[in-house]
C-alpha cells in the first residue's frame, strides 16, 4: 500500500495484453493507452501477464494498491502454473488493496491459482449483456454505462454465502459477486471483452470513490512534489529523469519518421505480395522478380499496344536476355490468387495451355513455366496451407514449371535485402522444376 502523502496509487494490470484472448484489437490497445496517460497524475500504472498468456511466474505484484485481471486465457490446460499466486494477492487483499477479476474465458484453476477463491464455472445459456444487477451496489455506474458491451457472463456456481452477490443471469445464476478480505476487497465482474479498458477507467474514476474511499488520490499535499519542497537529490534526479525523456522522446520521434519513411519507400510494395490480387498483385510480382534480376515484359500491356485484347499469359521472364518466346529458358508467366483457397487443377492446366500455345507459334520447345500465387491470402502468410497439390507438384516436373508462392518471393526479397543471398543465387532457384526450393 502506499504511505507517501502525495505518491500515487499503483495500478497493476493483469494480462492486459495485445492479441491473443486479451486485447483482440487495435483500438481495445489504444484506448488502454489513452487511458493510462488520462489517469496518469493519480496512478502509477505497472502491466504484467501471466504465464498462460506468455508472461512469467510468478506474478510481480509491486506492491499494488489496486490490481485488475483480465482473466482470458490462451492456455486452458496448465493447471500448475501460478499456484502459489494466490497467497502474494491474498497478503494484498488484507493490507486494504482492492482487486477486481474480469472473469472471461477461464477455468476454475486459473481463478483459484490467482485469488484462492474457489468457483465452479460453465457457460451461461443467457446472453451476457441480460445479466441484471442485485439492489444497490457501487458498481451500477459501470454496468450503467457498459452493460451492453459485456462480452462473457460465465455462469458461476457454488458461491460461499459470505460472499456478495451483486449480479445475476436471468436464470438466477451468479455472474458477478464480492470476496471481502478484512480491509480489502476483491470483486468477480464479467467480462467486457475489448472494452475492458473503459470498464477500469470507468471503475477507477467513479467506483472507487464509493466502493474504497481509501483508495482514492488525494491531491491536496500535491504542493509537496513541486520543486520548491525537493531535496537536492530529488531534484537532481528529477532533473536527470526530464531529460532521458526528453531525450527519448526527440529520439524516437527521429526514429518514427525514418521508420514511417522507410515503409512507404520499401515495406509496402513487398506487403502487396502477400495482401493484394488482380492486377496490383501482377505489378508487385512483376516488381519482385525485377529486383532479382530478372527482365520481365506485361503481355497484357504488349498485346494492348498492338491492338490485341484477348487475355493470355500475364508475363515473359527472362535471364540475361530481353524476354522473347524465340529464345530458349524463357518462363511463361501465370499468376494466381485465392482469398481462402490455394491452387485450382485450372490454374496449373491454364499455364500449360499458353506454354504449348507459344511453343507452337515460336516454334521453340525449350520454354519453361512459372506459377505463382497467393493463395488463402486472409491469412497470415506464415500459417498458409500447403498451396500446391501432389499431382501439381508432380505434374510440374515433367512439364518443366517451377511453382511459387508470393510468401516465398517476400522471404526472397527480404533475405536479398538482409544480403544473405545474391540475386544471381535468386534466378538459379527458378531454373529448377518444382516447387521453389529456400
Known amino acids: 500500500m502506499s504511505t507517501s502523502?502525495?505518491?500515487k496509487l499503483r495500478v497493476l494490470l493483469v494480462d492486459f495484453i495485445p492479441g491473443g484472448v486479451c486485447l483482440q484489437t487495435q483500438d481495445a490497445v489504444n484506448k488502454l493507452s489513452l487511458i493510462t496517460g488520462a489517469l496518469g497524475d493519480r496512478y502509477e500504472f505497472h502491466r504484467t501477464a501471466t504465464a498462460w498468456n506468455g508472461g512469467n511466474a510468478?506474478?510481480?505484484?509491486?506492491n499494488a494498491d489496486i490490481v485488475f485481471i483480465n482473466a482470458n486465457y490462451s492456455d486452458l490446460e496448465s493447471s500448475s502454473l501460478h499456484t502459489n499466486e494466490h497467497r502474494n494477492l491474498q497478503r494484498l487483499l488484507k493490507n486494504g488493496s482492492a482487486v477486481f477479476v474480469f472473469v472471461g474465458n477461464?477455468?476454475?484453476f486459473h481463478i483459484?491459482?490467482?485469488?484462492?477463491?474457489?468457483i465452479a464455472l460453465s457457460p451461461s445459456e443467457n446472453s451476457p449483456t441480460s445479466c441484471k444487477l442485485q439492489g444497490e451496489t457501487p458498481l451500477e455506474s459501470l454496468f450503467a454505462k457498459l452493460g451492453n458491451r459485456i462480452a462473457i457472463a460465465p455462469r458461476i456456481t457454488n458461491c460461499d454465502p459470505s460472499w456478495s452477490v451483486f449480479l445475476k443471469s436471468p436464470s438466477g445464476h451468479s455472474t458477478g459477486f464480492f470476496v471481502p478480505f478484512d480491509s480489502g476487497r476483491c470483486t468477480f465482474l464479467p467480462s467486457f471483452g475489448n472494452s475492458v479498458p473503459e470498464a477500469v477507467e470507468e471503475?477507477?474514476?467513479?467506483?472507487?470513490?464509493?466502493?474504497?474511499?481509501?483508495l482514492v488520490y488525494d491531491d491536496k499535499f500535491k504542493w509537496l512534489e513541486e520543486p520548491t519542497f525537493l531535496m537536492p537529490s530529488l531534484a537532481e534526479l528529477r532533473f536527470k529523469r526530464e531529460k532521458a525523456r526528453q531525450d527519448y522522446e526527440a529520439a524516437d520521434t527521429d526514429l518514427k519518421a525514418k521508420y514511417d519513411l522507410e515503409r512507404t519507400n520499401v515495406q509496402e510494395q513487398w506487403n502487396q505480395l502477400l495482401a493484394s490480387s488482380g492486377r496490383e498483385l501482377e505489378r508487385a510480382i512483376q516488381r519482385a522478380?525485377?529486383?532479382?534480376?530478372?527482365?520481365?515484359?506485361?503481355?497484357?500491356?504488349l498485346l494492348k499496344l498492338k491492338g490485341v485484347s484477348t487475355h493470355e499469359e500475364d508475363l515473359w521472364v527472362a535471364d540475361g536476355f530481353e524476354p522473347d518466346p524465340s529464345v530458349a529458358g524463357l518462363l511463361i508467366t501465370e499468376i494466381k490468387s485465392s482469398e481462402r483457397g490455394t491452387t485450382k487443377e485450372d490454374d496449373y492446366s491454364q499455364l500449360v495451355k499458353y506454354m504449348n500455345r507459344r511453343k507452337t507459334e515460336y516454334k521453340n520447345s525449350e520454354l519453361r513455366g512459372l506459377l505463382v500465387i497467393n493463395h488463402a491470402y486472409a491469412v497470415p502468410a506464415n500459417i498458409r496451407p500447403k498451396a500446391f497439390s501432389e499431382a501439381v507438384v508432380r505434374d510440374s516436373l515433367s512439364d518443366r514449371i517451377c511453382l511459387a508462392t508470393t510468401w516465398d518471393l517476400f522471404r526472397l526479397g527480404q533475405n536479398l535485402l538482409a544480403r544473405t543471398i545474391s540475386s544471381d543465387q535468386i534466378r538459379v532457384l527458378f531454373k529448377s522444376d518444382g516447387e521453389l526450393r529456400l
Open 203 to 214: 471503475i477507477l474514476t467513479n467506483v472507487l470513490p464509493v466502493f474504497c474511499p481509501h
Open 5 to 7: 502523502l502525495a505518491a
Open 106 to 108: 477461464s477455468r476454475p
Open 58 to 62: 510468478p506474478l510481480e505484484l509491486n
Open 112 to 118: 483459484e491459482n490467482l485469488t484462492g477463491v474457489h
Open 289 to 301: 522478380l525485377e529486383f532479382f534480376g530478372f527482365r520481365v515484359t506485361d503481355v497484357d500491356q
